[in-house]
């Protein structure tokens, strides 16, 4: 594949944009920002950041990156990006602008384990718990992001976070009318455009608002094939109320990606990776033609057939949610604040299947069986007859409506002593199908969603490849205490947060196996009974609650042995109930069986212990970290079947180092360095059998590196600046045997190691202020993977079978971008 630079073409993007004012605090709710308010970055207080990094001084292990930092990346980029700076943060782009998704990872945990909020309410699906890193919210609004490592806040909503939450906070209205406009052009035919209108003060109450979009599109990263269209709208209004801080702020987000798949291959030396740098860039998708039927003839169509690709598959998703941040002084002691929001996501990974246009059998009509749908006498590809088999679009449809609502109450028993209650709710209803739909000519899905135009059989019933009704629910309370001891020298915090889980699930399949796969009939009934007798070993169409609470306590210190150096603890107990395909697997036994009730939650035991150094020039620290993972459940999804695989491997212990230091000296250099080092120890021998155990006594799980370190480095000289940064990511072992892989005639496809890589990003910006186009009009260039490295970014642990195999991503080659930014 050949990469085109378009710096020729940057300097005819014109643009418009507004100058923000930091305003509000920004943690996570917005109770834990005001029960956290003089330790986190306060708007309107001094910037205490150092080269665009923040380390509050609180008993976590937490770091803070502001807008100066976040705006030197590529414009549009994914924040989860940005935090790849941070110690101990892992992220893998699937390509170099963000609009594609990734992988991220916290001192080891997956995005599965780490809870991630937007302006306080949870980002991470209800399903699964995953992570969508391109549906996240541009960058130019996001005022800050705060990570904290190992540990999460006590009112979070979140059913997964037995690791690291992620927090970021939009941008709040500014009082002055402006506008805003930046456009960017670069590699893969980019363009992408962003918008944005602030009213300022409507009143003189201080009522103000924004309106923003932006549009991104470019050429998927692989095989000369597919594209990337995003689309997002953001509004936000505010209404301060007095002059106490209190105020409420309405906010909207609406995101539309149409994508195709990023390039995902089977990591082994025989199934076609590229193995090379050479090889990488000459991969090209074939062009196909799905062949026309002919009549009287018994057309058999190939499973691996035009359309069957993995860059064929669209991943569509719209996304929005509405969300309210308020605060509310009661008296001089007692503050409320408020955060009720509403989410709705539509979105599927494509895919495809052989469609029977026939019946199945003498006895049974039509269905969805045996991971093929049978139409029952339906002329699928037009050529008169209802004897052929034909490629149909067959991809996993999600739709979730969420509401939820974070509350808390803050008391003050002085200046030095406060407490807070808080009562969390989140409703998900998780409704996942798989309609079928027609292949174009050209083998690409005729429909981005078939549940719009779902394929039915000859009478008339919707035929799925899955179909299921989950409600994931939340009723959390949680209390937390702070402190001020020894002339403010000890802060001390303690809380609890007690997590009600429910999860009501409802299988309207028969579950044929313990791996989770269903026959599916729908409104075909006669059918379904019939297939039912034919099989009694299988699970019948059930309703299943599991129920799931524990007590979670936290607790830190932080003693300052002077203004600017302070020793820090932190203790967290955090908690993952199983996710709802792992539960769905369950439905396969019958009630009251072992094999029917369900897993274990995980559980995580964080111990944190460190130094920080803070003043106008510096920002440092350094820690040590322990974890204590209980029931840690390994997972492996294979895109072919689409199920993710799971391994319980126990109790694993995790423990490491980590360390950041920015300086800046005047207001011409930056410098930012950071490192991080992670043992990982998998206590006992895996069962995987009666007698049958895996050797994984001692070692590493896999898939997650052990040594990350880099820095960055940021010069002005007049209007112009220029940033370079680095980061090397240590190799990964292939699997928790911490062995080379076999193919199943005993040769080896793979080593026991991924190897390790270093990716270098340039930045550069001019000032065209000396042209008189104002102070905040600029271009700036960006280069990430500067040297053009060739790596393997994101897999999964293959688990503890020596012939088990894993997907990965390859990582972004160089790729180029030009923006121009205009704002009054």
Not at 390 to 406: A, C, K
Not at 429 to 440: A, N, W
Not at 690 to 695: G, L, M, R, S, W
Request: proline fraction near 4%; aromatic fraction near 12%; charged fraction near 20%.
């Amino acid at each position: 594949m050949k990469f085109q630079t378009a710096l020729n073409t940057a300097t005819s993007v014109l643009a418009v944009g507004v100058a923000f004012l930091s305003v509000p605090v920004l943690a996570q709710s917005t109770g834990s920002v005001d029960f956290e308010e003089d330790t986190i970055i306060v708007t309107g207080r001094i910037d205490r950041s150092v080269a665009g990094v923040e380390l509050p001084d609180t008993p976590k292990a937490k770091q803070v990156l502001t807008q100066e930092f976040i705006s030197r990346g590529t414009p549009g980029q994914t924040i989860n990006e940005t935090i790849n700076l941070i110690p101990g943060v892992n992220f893998q782009n699937y390509d170099g602008f963000g609009s594609s998704g990734g992988n991220l990872m916290i001192r080891g945990f997956d995005d599965t384990r780490i809870s991630q909020t937007f302006d306080g309410i949870p980002a991470n699906d209800t399903g699964n718990y995953a992570l969508y890193t391109n549906q996240n919210l541009d960058p130019e609004l996001i005022e800050q992001v705060n990570v904290n490592l190992g540990t999460t806040d006590v009112d979070s909503p979140t059913a997964s976070a037995t690791g690291s939450t992620v927090n970021y906070r939009s941008l709040t209205p500014t009082h002055e009318f402006g506008a805003r406009m930046v456009g960017t052009v670069g590699d893969q035919s980019k363009m992408r455009i962003f918008g944005m209108i602030n009213t300022g003060d409507l009143n003189d109450s201080g009522t103000r608002a924004y309106f923003a979009a932006s549009r991104d599109t470019y050429d998927a990263l692989y095989g000369n094939f597919g594209e990337i269209k995003k689309t997002q709208l953001n509004a936000k209004i505010y209404q301060p109320l007095g002059d106490s801080g209190d105020f409420i702020a309405v906010s909207g987000h609406l995101n539309n990606n149409r994508n195709n798949m990023s390039s995902d291959w089977k990591l082994t030396t025989t199934d076609g990776i590229p193995l090379t740098k050479s090889a990488r860039d000459d991969y090209v998708v074939e062009r196909c033609t799905i062949p026309a039927g002919t009549s009287g003839v018994k057309d058999v169509a190939n499973k691996n057939g035009c359309g069957s690709a993995w860059e064929y598959r669209y991943n569509p998703s719209k996304t929005g949610n509405i969300r309210i941040n308020s605060r509310f002084t009661l008296s001089d002691s007692l503050v409320l604040t408020v955060d009720p929001y509403f989410q709705y996501t539509s979105a599927n990974g494509g895919g495809t299947s052989v469609g029977y246009e026939g019946t199945y059998s003498g006895t049974i009509t039509s269905g969805y069986i045996g991971g093929s749908p049978y139409f029952g006498g339906v002329d699928l590809n037009g050529d008169g007859d209802t004897r052929d088999t034909v490629l149909v679009s067959t991809p996993s449809q999600t739709v979730t409506n969420r509401i939820g609502v974070i509350a808390s109450l803050r008391y003050d028993f002085g200046d030095n002593n406060r407490v807070r209650l808080a009562y969390t709710y989140d409703r998900g209803r998780h409704r996942q199908t798989g309609e079928v739909g027609f292949l174009q000519a050209n083998g690409l899905a005729q429909n981005y969603f078939n549940n719009k135009k779902p394929l039915t059989d000859a009478a008339g019933n919707v035929l799925e490849k899955r179909d299921r009704l989950s409600y994931a629910i939340l009723n959390q309370v949680s209390g937390e205490y702070s402190g001020d001891f020894m002339n403010d020298s000890l802060h001390i915090v303690a809380g609890v947060r007690v997590p009600f889980f429910r999860r009501n699930l409802t299988q309207n399949c028969l579950t044929t196996s313990s791996s989770g796969y269903v026959d599916c009939f729908a409104t075909n009934s006669a059918d379904e009974a019939t297939r039912a007798a034919e099989n009694p070993g299988y699970g019948a169409p059930d309703n299943r609650v599991f129920n799931y609470n524990r007590v979670l306590p936290t607790a830190g210190f932080t003693y300052d042995f002077t203004p600017e150096a302070s020793l820090y603890f932190n203790y967290s107990k955090g908690v993952q109930v199983p996710g709802t395909d792992n539960l769905y697997n369950s439905f396969f036994y019958a009630r009251g069986t072992e094999g029917a009730s369900s897993a274990k939650p995980e559980t995580s035991d964080n111990f944190d212990l460190g130094l920080r150094f803070r003043s106008g020039m510096i920002q440092g620290s350094f820690g040590g970290w322990y974890t204590i993972f209980a029931n840690r459940l390994s997972s492996a999804y294979n895109p072919e079947t689409d199920r993710t695989t799971y391994t319980n491997l126990g109790t694993v212990d995790r423990y490491g180092l980590d360390a950041t230091l920015a300086v800046s000296p005047d207001s011409h250099f930056k410098a930012y360095v950071f490192g991080s080092y992670l043992w990982s120890k998998i206590r006992d021998d895996v069962q995987t059998g009666v007698n049958d155990f895996a050797k994984t006594s001692g070692n590493m799980e896999g898939g997650v590196p052990k040594l990350t370190f880099g820095g960055r480095v940021e010069g002005n000289a007049g209007p112009v600046s220029l940033g370079v940064e680095a980061k090397r990511t240590g190799s990964r072992y292939y699997n928790s045997l911490n062995t080379p892989v076999y193919n199943k005639a005993g040769d080896q496809i793979w080593a026991a190691k991924v190897p390790g890589y270093t990716v270098v990003n340039l930045d550069a910006r001019l000032d065209l202020g000396f042209l008189g186009m104002g102070d905040k009009t600029y271009l700036q260039a960006n280069v990430t993977n500067l040297f053009d490295e060739f790596y393997y970014g994101s897999f999964d642990d293959a688990g503890v079978d020596s012939r088990a195999t894993t997907y990965a991503y390859i990582g972004a080659p160089r790729t180029f971008s030009a923006s121009i930014n205009f704002q009054f």
